[in-house]
């Protein structure tokens, strides 16, 4: 991948840092050579990003291009956000705390270079503030209030606005950064780049790690250089071309800021926010399935102030479940009157409303796994031993599952599929696992997940390594479908 760094005038630029080509904003915006570029990685060091200045062209032009700019146009609107800006205070405000504790007075200035600080004190607020606002130069404006630090505003500094005597620093910071991406680029030159979201920190991942590594063969396998990537690296994503979400999403989470800033930074995104809205919420999907009329459980929503007609419109027992819960947790099934109003209580801390449905028991629940609005694996997953649930989750804090059979879409029965379809149909066209219930020949919709459960094994025994590639290649034909249009 080649590195341009842009700027006003190359003449002023003092800077000179091996591997790196630097030219004037002009040349860049008017040279047809630039925009027949392919593999780029281009830092603005302009002096203003103003809307509609030169900088904010460059930017621009290179998003447009194919190019990746650092910073992103939605880069340079969030160094301008108060709200952003104040969120991110917040986020970090243990390590703000900390960092400045020794500071004297009630302002502080610091600089950061490719995500360093001459004093290495600082690096980690350096670094996490550079995730946050990825711009090659940053002056952070710190003041305190009421005995703690805030962040009060963060700007980008020009070139030739760096002290003199921090050029080396900048120099060596600068070769360093280039020096780590040149190492994560893929030894050869792959089409796209796409980007792995994972947690290695999570208990029950959608994808276990074999899992995750047929992922990368199938990716990589058509022309993709493939990196798994966490949630600090928020601020990168316009690295990439495309982001595949292999950790369990919801929506007041960086799941779901991660798969929104991807979106608006044009990346192809599986699982895409609006799934992510409306699939992680059963409140939603409840109203969904009753307005289009999916055969589903009795349900209803409920409200501290409308819970008592539970009993006479569903009875015991039933299930009460949290709007946003996923593997089991959050659900529970009430037999009596005591326990739903102990139960209810509880959730209520949590939620103002709540969904309850009736129980209907069953020895296994089917899921359907759709992308595009096709069916690609159908599994049966049976109840936990002595457990009315898939998942149970014991007090000893482990978790026992129950076995799982997977099927051939075409040895599947129909009406499953078909219901399946339509449910899934309603949310979008993304990655979908519909789970529903089979009881004498009538079949329930029970929820649609997004982000389901695909692990080695299980959802991949019929199609082993060809279901890995048959959502690969889902996101490259979005990809080039993206790019075919931008042509256009």
């Not at 199938?218 to 950790?247: G, H, M």
């Not at 991660?258 to 919420?281: F, M, Y």
């Not at 129980?359 to 069916?375: E, Q």
């Not at 599947?412 to 979008?428: M, R, T």
Request: aromatic share 10%; net charge neutral.
């Amino acid at each position: 991948m080649q590195h341009l760094v842009v700027v006003n005038n190359p003449k002023n630029w003092s800077l000179q840092i091996p591997g790196v080509q630097v030219v004037s904003a002009k040349e860049y915006l008017t040279d047809e050579h630039f925009s027949t570029l392919g593999s780029v990685k281009l830092y603005n060091l302009c002096r203003s990003y103003r809307y509609q200045s030169t900088g904010y062209y460059v930017s621009l032009l290179a998003s447009a291009r194919g190019h990746k700019p650092i910073p992103s146009v939605l880069a340079i609107q969030d160094l301008k956000s108060q709200s952003i800006i104040r969120i991110v205070s917040e986020e970090l405000d243990r390590l703000i705390q900390s960092s400045l504790k020794p500071i004297q007075g009630d302002q502080f200035t610091l600089s950061i270079y490719f995500g360093k600080n001459l004093a290495k004190r600082y690096a980690r607020l350096c670094s996490r503030l550079f995730q946050h606002f990825q711009a090659p130069l940053l002056r952070a404006e710190f003041v305190r209030k009421d005995g703690e630090w805030l962040l009060k505003s963060i700007n980008h500094i020009a070139g030739n606005d760096i002290p003199k005597e921090h050029h080396p620093f900048v120099v060596e910071a600068a070769q360093d950064y280039f020096r780590k991406k040149s190492t994560a680029t893929s030894p050869r030159n792959s089409r796209y780049d796409l980007a792995i979201l994972v947690n290695p920190e999570e208990k029950m991942p959608p994808s276990d790690e074999k899992a995750i590594q047929r992922f990368i063969r199938a990716a990589e396998s058509l022309d993709f250089y493939v990196e798994l990537i966490t949630k600090d690296d928020y601020a990168r994503l316009n690295e990439f071309d495309a982001l595949f979400i292999r950790e369990t999403t919801s929506v007041n989470h960086h799941t779901y800021r991660l798969a929104r800033r991807a979106a608006a930074e044009g990346l192809v995104v599986i699982d895409d926010p609006e799934s992510i809205l409306k699939c992680t919420n059963k409140v939603y999907l409840a109203e969904l399935i009753k307005k289009h009329k999916i055969p589903a459980p009795k349900t209803l929503i409920i409200s501290p102030e409308n819970r008592g007609m539970v009993a006479e419109k569903l009875g015991f027992p039933c299930i009460i479940k949290q709007p946003d819960s996923s593997f089991s947790v959050g659900v529970v099934k009430v037999d009596n009157a005591a326990e739903f109003e102990h139960t209810t209580a509880q959730l209520f801390e949590k939620s103002d409303l709540l969904i309850v449905q009736e129980f209907i028991p069953t020895s296994f629940d089917w899921r359907v796994g759709i992308i595009n609005r096709k069916p690609v694996y159908v599994c049966r997953y049976y109840m936990a031993r002595k457990h009315w649930q898939i998942y149970e989750h014991a007090g000893d804090g482990k978790t026992h599952t129950g076995r799982v059979d997977t099927l051939p879409v075409d040895q599947a029965p129909a009406q499953v599929v078909e219901v399946a379809l339509k449910s899934a149909a309603f949310i979008g066209d993304g990655l979908y696992g519909v789970d529903l219930k089979e009881v004498n020949g009538q079949v329930y919709l029970i929820e649609i997940n997004d982000n389901p459960s695909i692990d080695s094994g299980c959802e991949d025994f019929v199609l082993k390594e060809d279901l890995y590639k048959i959502i690969m290649q889902e996101i490259l034909y979005r990809i080039e479908r993206k790019k075919e249009r931008s042509v256009k």
